[in-house]
């Protein structure tokens, strides 16, 4: 489970990123890779729940995302 913090994205920048964010989200449920998102209520993150085979590989998908250098990460593994 992956825990984001969204720092330092102003709201122009993340329109203009957010299609392509979706985008690469839709291929991961379609895949079963994402198994689960919930958006913070703050609105400041999302919470994802992915299949991975550890904090690397997570890491690895992460940094394919629009979003990703404006985040703040926590994994927690989860069985």
């Known amino acids: 489970m992956i825990d984001i913090l969204l720092?330092?994205?102003d709201n122009e920048t993340r329109i203009k990123?957010?299609?392509?964010?979706?985008?690469?989200i839709k291929e991961w449920e379609d895949n079963?890779?994402?198994?689960?998102?919930?958006?913070?209520?703050?609105?400041t993150g999302i919470y994802l729940v992915l299949m991975?085979?550890?904090k690397s590989d997570v890491d690895k998908r992460l940094s394919t995302l629009p979003y990703y250098?404006?985040?703040k990460i926590e994994?927690?593994?989860l069985r």
Do not use: C, F
């Open 7 to 9: 720092q330092g994205l």
């Open 17 to 24: 990123l957010l299609p392509k964010e979706q985008e690469i």
């Open 32 to 43: 079963g890779i994402l198994l689960a998102s919930y958006i913070k209520a703050d609105s």
């Open 52 to 54: 991975a085979n550890d």
């Open 69 to 71: 250098p404006y985040m």
């Open 75 to 77: 994994i927690m593994t």
